[in-house]
């Protein structure tokens, strides 16, 4: 499959039934200077890495710390 860009592979695997199977809690900052997100996916026994860099990496990052917490009030109150 072809994605736009990272957030476009998220919200597309999670659609399919996927699941964010590791994502760091911060951003990290690459020797270049660059920042740098990464999180890992699984959507039937597949893993995937999704990779960002820059204003896509605090988008993605965002978005990923944004799905988190909503899965842990869903918890919370179930």
């Known amino acids: 499959m072809n994605y736009k860009n990272s957030l476009d592979a998220l919200y597309t695997i ?3 039934g996927g699941k964010i ?3 760091p809690c911060h951003l990290s ?3 270049n200077g660059l920042r740098y997100y ?3 996916v699984t959507i039937n026994g597949d893993h995937f890495l999704i990779q960002a860099f820059e204003q896509e990496a605090c ?3 965002h978005a990923v710390m944004t ?3 909503e899965k842990k009030i869903e918890v919370i109150f179930r």
Do not use: P
Request: proline share 0%; charged share 20%; net charge negative.
């Open 14 to 16: 999670l659609k399919l």
């Open 38 to 40: 990464s999180i890992e």
């Open 21 to 23: 199977t590791h994502a």
């Open 59 to 61: 988008d993605l990052f």
């Open 67 to 69: 799905i988190l917490d």
């Open 29 to 31: 900052l690459m020797l």
